[in-house]
């Protein structure tokens, strides 16, 4: 029994040296934004006084508000549309055979290691032309493109999985491959489908290069690239307490898909690289 | 609990192969139509800037000088391997990525192996680690930008007085791979867990049997069978971490001769407004990205194609 | 578990976020009535901005209203990429913007703002002052009208320096003295690998007679001694007891607070260290000697507080002061630009350059102002001012000046490292290449 506890107590350690790893660099954020002014380059980890008065400040700053519109509105157009096209494409690569399915997958897989910053200077000059720049589509599209990839490839490892044998059943009762897939796929495939719609938006909501490189006022600028352009009272001053609250408010959605799906977020994650 | 994961041990049926018939022709035409808005979303927005931005990279393009605009043929790849700055950032690049990814894979596997046995708060470690994987990494970053300026930031507050690492080169490069350390371990240690998973069980009791102690099973058993899993999430993260932008951006502006290549094409589109130049810094990044894959690919034999890809950026 | 029905739902919740989001997206305003001439300024000055904005728009009675409007930015080269952006992508919500004087080249053969038409670039020129008139020039036409100017000049400590230094050479002899009597003797001046290590190298070269570049893109650092002997200064206060421990870090801002916290005896910067000495109470307590101090001697830092005209490089020769400030351009993508070079003419008018120059600490650009009383008083060193912006210099007027600038900056931090004789070549090669805007930018 003595040894069974002190194995117990040892995992007990680790899984607090682990949480101690992930949650102490967010912690440190939360309590800047909680720190009021005059002591927020106190350099300590709890602060002494808690203040809202970040939290009341960001609310005021405009650029913010509209930054977060921007951001939230972007970001759930992008995974909708993201995930139209990839449920569509993903089911043709995991149920049906036809030419090109290699070139496909190929295509896709070459998109997912693009480094971003070859397509920004091309992506600028296009947009410019067109009237794109600082406008919700001109981020939308390259959102959407970015994210293919991965709802391609998170969607099709879940679908390999849904039993094909009952749309082979509908298709005996006489339901087209369309009908199948409407009728028994979907309903089937719905939790892959959110779990990847998860995903996406957390890959849009993290954006920055695009957001910097393609925005330049509120009409388009999403929160990353506001936080970064907060101003202090002057030029010198850093807005440190403002740039922590927006930073924890940026946070929150993230802890709310982690904390309610963490599940499925961690089988989306590695569905494709392991069942390859 | 998912689909996924009910069905787990059920190997997905294989297509019958048969003559070619109505049906099939009916699923090339389903599946052309299901494929088709993809298609069409990457050549837009992927082929044509590409081909385009390679078009871009033949010319002498300023914003500031147009009535100067034309054809310059390599000119500027030219320019750019020539510049100091170019080799300065890539070798930036090259060191963080190497370094990170390589401290990346030995936590991680140690952090697998601890959630794969783990007795206790399994469900627990595995919701916080997902935090430093789905937090916004400019976020992160003015976390630990903060948590380093001396007088304000408790890391700093442990250092000697008078220390300042964000001003130090060395230093500053350190923090950065601390930094994606940090937000990207998690991620390859989830990886790396599923890749465990495939390990049967009863493999590890009979080289236990057989008198393999825990580092002989980890060395003989383990990482052999987790071959393809490890080589396919290295890829991806070093890909990964040689796109580096948003940390240094927001830890500090590659100031120092701390760029990444991919701050250094930032740069030159706006600070320098030259989309010659941008393109061609574009153009030799995609290149160096596509070796890498090609490396890994041919000489490892990573297993590319259904492998995961994983953006953060 | 959720059932399939459940999955539906959520499917259907999300998808009808979607669409609600969608039809959210371009809600714009129409404009009422008259012409709406938007002025994008930085984020210094805002509130002078807008009730210069609501004046000029009452005079114009009701022809045309002018919206400020700020795009929060880190800083000016923030404020500048931003603009610019805006610029290429032709976006046609840019009338007015506020322009910082460095970037009326760049912006002017990029073709992003128009030309000054005669008629109004005549009545811009009329009583305004020459130096900052040049900085909106550029190949013989005004494309932006100076709203204020900004032109460094020596602060010092009374107590410490009897007569204020004439030259460079001198002030550093001071430094050493007062430092071999162990009092307060440090340098304070901009070192910092950015712009404002350009500002005091283009002073020092200009004081001396040289010059970076010319506007046609003629590379002139190199020609005869002035640059060597800009540099040599340069590298003497590195080297000597003046120099701050911090110099290669160093800003307008450390180099004010420096001075204020009793550290230095010397400071070169711009007006505004005045005003903020005094609202920050007049910095440390110092003691009969002159040295810093935690007691209450009823004497601070404040008190003791003195300006001269910039140290020279040549005895008996006035500095060429490197100077600052802003312009308004007229955007080339504006829908309405005759109204809009019409509402600079107001909006730099003499009411608004003062209202800046009390409110923001931005002297003016008409020369009348300089004998306001209510001007003379919010800046005691007026005289000084308006003097050093007699012989005052500007910087590189070409469109590349910003890759110039980085060269240089790049190349002189840290000063200590400045090796006077050496460092002229690689400028010259170095600005050569960067003047056609060849090569990268770091």
Not at chain 1, 198 to 211: G, K, P
Not at chain 1, 231 to 236: C, K, L, N
Not at chain 2, 267 to 278: E, Q, R, Y
Request: with cysteine.
């Amino acid at each position: 029994m003595g040894t069974r506890w002190g194995h117990k107590c040892w995992w007990a350690v680790a899984d607090l040296a682990i949480i101690v790893y992930a949650l102490v660099p967010v912690l440190w954020i939360v309590s800047l934004s909680f720190k009021p002014l005059d002591s927020i380059n106190d350099g300590r980890f709890i602060p002494a006084e808690f203040t809202w008065s970040n939290y009341q400040q960001v609310f005021r700053v405009a650029s913010f508000v509209s930054a977060l519109r921007n951001s939230i509105g972007i970001a759930l157009i992008s995974t909708g549309l993201s995930v139209v096209i990839g449920t569509l494409a993903a089911y043709a690569i995991a149920r049906l055979s036809f030419p090109g399915k290699k070139l496909l997958i190929g295509g896709t897989l070459l998109i997912a290691m693009f480094p971003q910053i070859s397509l920004v200077t091309p992506l600028f000059d296009i947009e410019r032309k067109v009237g794109l720049v600082d406008t919700w589509p001109g981020l939308i599209l390259p959102y959407i493109t970015f994210s293919l990839p991965l709802a391609i490839y998170t969607l099709s490892a879940f679908f390999r999985e849904i039993p094909w044998e009952l749309e082979k059943a509908a298709q005996m009762d006489g339901a087209t491959p369309f009908q199948a897939f409407r009728s028994v796929i979907v309903p089937l495939a719905a939790p892959g489908v959110f779990t990847t719609a998860i995903l996406v938006f957390i890959f849009c909501w993290n954006d920055f290069l695009f957001a910097v490189s393609l925005t330049s006022t509120e009409a388009s600028q999403t929160t990353t690239v506001a936080i970064a352009q907060f101003t202090g009272s002057s030029e010198f001053t850093e807005p440190t307490g403002s740039i922590s609250a927006a930073a924890v408010l940026l946070t929150i959605p993230i802890i709310l898909f982690v904390v309610f799906f963490q599940r499925r977020i961690v089988t989306g994650l590695t569905a494709g690289a392991v069942k390859g | 609990m998912t689909v996924a994961m009910r069905l787990g041990g059920v190997a997905a049926p294989r297509r019958a192969r048969g003559h070619v018939s109505e049906r099939a022709r009916s699923e090339h035409r389903l599946a052309a139509l299901l494929c088709t808005p993809a298609v069409l979303v990457i050549l837009a927005v992927t082929g044509y800037p590409i081909c385009y931005a390679i078009y871009l990279s033949l010319e002498r393009f300023d914003l500031r000088f147009p009535d100067q605009r034309g054809f310059v043929g390599l000119g500027n790849y030219g320019e750019v391997l020539r510049s100091g700055y170019w080799w300065q950032a890539l070798t930036v690049t090259a060191i963080i990525t190497v370094v990170s990814v390589a401290i990346e894979l030995v936590v991680g596997l140690a952090l697998a192996l601890a959630m794969h046995r783990a007795v206790v708060g399994r469900g627990l470690v595995r919701t916080v680690v997902l935090i430093p994987y789905g937090i916004v990494t400019v976020v992160a970053s003015y976390g630990w930008q903060y948590a380093w300026t001396p007088g304000k930031g408790y890391l700093a507050a442990l250092l000697p007085e008078s220390v300042a690492p964000l001003t130090d080169r060395v230093a500053t490069i350190a923090l950065i791979i601390l930094a994606e350390v940090w937000k990207t371990t998690p991620f390859m240690a989830l990886l790396l867990l599923a890749g465990l998973a495939l390990v049967p069980e009863d493999l590890l009791q009979a080289a236990a049997l057989d008198g393999a102690g825990p580092w002989r099973r980890l060395t003989k058993v383990i990482l052999p069978l987790m071959k393809p899993v490890i080589l396919a999430a290295l890829l991806f993260r070093t890909l990964d971490a040689f796109r580096i932008f948003d940390i240094i951006y927001i830890l500090n502006q590659g100031s120092n001769g701390t760029a990444s290549v991919s701050m250094l094409g930032y740069d030159n589109l706006f600070v320098g407004f030259n989309l010659g130049i941008g393109s061609a810094i574009s153009v030799l990044i995609f290149f160096i990205v596509t070796i890498i894959a090609l490396v890994f690919v041919k000489l490892f034999g990573a297993a590319a194609p259904g492998a995961e890809a994983r953006k953060r950026r | 578990m959720a059932g399939a029905y459940g999955w539906r739902r959520v499917t259907t919740a999300v998808v009808g976020v979607v669409l609600a989001a969608a039809t959210l997206v371009g809600c714009g305003s129409g404009a009422a009535g008259s012409v709406v001439l938007a002025f994008d300024t930085g984020t210094e000055g805002v509130d002078q901005y807008q009730v210069a904005a609501a004046e000029c728009s009452k005079a114009s009675r009701g022809r045309y209203m002018i919206e400020q409007r700020s795009q929060p930015n880190r800083n000016t080269d923030d404020q500048r990429l931003l603009l610019a952006r805006r610029l290429a992508a032709h976006d046609p919500k840019l009338d007015i913007m506020e322009l910082d004087v460095i970037w009326t080249a760049e912006f002017a053969k990029a073709g992003w703002i128009l030309p000054y038409p005669v008629a109004w670039a005549r009545q811009v020129e009329r009583g305004t002052l020459r130096a900052p008139l040049e900085t909106g020039t550029y190949q013989g036409r005004l494309y932006a009208a100076p709203l204020s100017t900004n032109p460094q000049l020596l602060w010092y400590r009374k107590d410490l320096v009897p007569k204020p230094p004439q030259t460079w050479d001198e002030m550093i002899q001071m430094a050493d003295g007062l430092a071999k009597r162990g009092l307060p003797h440090y340098i304070e001046v901009q070192g910092a690998r950015y712009e404002g290590l350009t500002v005091w190298f283009n002073t020092l070269l200009a004081s001396g007679g040289g010059s970076i570049a010319s506007e046609n893109g003629d590379v002139q650092v190199a020609r005869g001694d002035a640059a060597r002997q800009a540099l040599s200064v340069m590298a003497r206060v590195a080297h000597s007891r003046a120099a701050d421990p911090s110099l290669s870090l160093s800003n307008e801002n450390n180099a004010r607070l420096a001075m204020q916290a009793g550290s230095a005896a010397f400071e070169v910067n711009y007006p505004f260290v005045y005003a903020s000495m005094h609202e920050d109470g007049g910095g440390a307590f110092v003691d009969a000697l002159g040295r810093p101090t935690g007691q209450d001697t009823g004497r601070r830092v404040g008190d003791v507080f003195g300006w001269a005209p910039y140290p020279s490089i040549v005895a008996g020769q006035p500095a060429r002061v490197t100077i600052g400030g802003v312009n308004i351009g007229v955007s080339a993508t504006s829908r309405h630009p005759a109204e809009a070079f019409e509402a600079v003419q107001c909006l730099r008018n003499r009411d608004n350059q003062l209202r800046n120059a009390v409110g923001v600490e931005r002297p003016p650009t008409l020369a009348a102002l300089y004998g306001d009383p209510a001007f003379q008083k919010k800046y005691p060193a007026w005289r000084e001012i308006r003097d050093s912006l007699d012989s005052a210099s500007v910087r590189p007027k070409t469109p590349a000046y910003n890759n110039i600038s980085i060269v240089i900056s790049n190349l002189l931090n840290p000063p200590a490292k400045i090796n006077s004789s050496t460092v002229v070549g690689q400028l010259a090669d170095q600005i050569a290449k960067a003047v056609k805007s060849q090569g990268l930018v770091p």
